[in-house]
């Protein structure tokens, strides 16, 4: 599998909420994240990261992802996603009772590559306007 087929593999079964019992398939074990959204300033780690997004998926059980760009850079080792966030927190578990909100939040991924393996995950994302739009903040 090439890089670029590895980050898609990754990419639908952590938006899918597969936790890092799947997608530590195609990471390095120690692999990091980071994220310059309060959120998740505690997360420091991609396994972390796996098991946070299918925890989000609780409060808000329809959430999904729409893919707007996918794209490899084969000389700095790393994959780029962009996607919007949809959901609608309907289901308990989230930091208030369910609101009945929805939200649409653009993010993107650069993920870096250590061989065949994700080494490490930006995630660019505004936690505020998303939270905000959920009635979290």
């Known amino acids: ?4 087929q590895i980050a898609q593999a990754f990419f639908e ?9 799947v997608c530590q398939t195609w990471c390095h074990s120690d692999a990091t994240f980071a994220c310059q959204a309060d959120a998740l300033a505690d997360t420091k780690t991609l396994s972390a990261y796996t098991e946070w997004m ?3 998926l609780t409060p808000i059980p329809d959430g999904r992802y729409v ?10 080792g790393s994959v780029v996603a ?4 949809h ?7 989230g930091p208030v009772a369910p609101t009945g909100n929805s939200v649409k939040s653009d993010y993107a991924y650069v993920m870096q590559f250590d061989g065949d ?11 505020v306007q998303a939270l ?6």
């Open 132 to 137: 905000r739009e959920l009635g979290w903040a």
């Open 54 to 56: 299918k925890g989000l």
């Open 117 to 127: 393996k994700i080494r490490h995950m930006t995630k660019i994302w505004n936690d």
């Open 67 to 76: 893919l707007t760009a996918f794209a490899a850079d084969e000389a700095r």
């Open 87 to 93: 959901g609608t927190q309907t289901g308990e578990g």
């Open 1 to 4: 599998m090439s890089q670029y």
């Open 82 to 85: 962009a996607a919007e966030f």
């Open 13 to 21: 079964a952590c938006e899918t909420g597969k936790g890092w019992d």
